[in-house]
């Protein structure tokens, strides 16, 4: 059984490939950071299963996502996570907010099953 550190790590680099997926395009990739049928909320606006999580992915472009101060609770074979997140278009910043997250262990290792992203501003 992997250690709390172990399984921390892991949930912060699926939140990196996550990040890394949807900037370059990867719309598989990053719907790979998510169960099968995982849900997406943005601001109210949800997406979920694998065909609606790629759609989203595919029509994103052109934007870098930073992740800052995620905090990590696992018990057991689940996990929360919660992080700022800062949107940058080239060089100018256009939106910060809040992921709050659910997380499990899957046979592939960490995956969301919710993820809801909150912008600043949309309280």
Do not use: C
């Not at 921390?8 to 998510?34: C, K, M, P, V």
């Not at 099968?36 to 979920?48: C, E, H, K």
């Not at 996502?65 to 696992?74: F, G, K, M, S, W």
Request: charged share 25%; no cysteine.
């Amino acid at each position: 059984m992997p250690s709390t550190t172990e399984d921390r790590d892991e949930i912060l680099q699926l939140a990196y490939r996550y990040n890394h997926a949807i900037d370059s395009g990867d719309a598989q990739g990053w719907a790979d950071t998510f169960i099968p049928d995982g849900v997406f909320d943005v601001a109210g606006q949800v997406r979920s299963g694998r065909d609606e999580l790629v759609a989203f992915a595919a029509s994103v472009h052109g934007l870098r996502h930073t992740l800052a101060n995620p905090v990590i609770d696992v018990v057991g074979e689940a996990a929360t996570m919660r992080a700022y997140f800062v949107v940058f278009q080239g060089t100018a910043l256009i939106g910060t907010g809040t992921y709050t997250d659910e997380l499990v262990r899957t046979p592939e290792g960490w995956r969301f099953t919710k993820r809801v992203s909150t912008p600043d501003g949309a309280r």
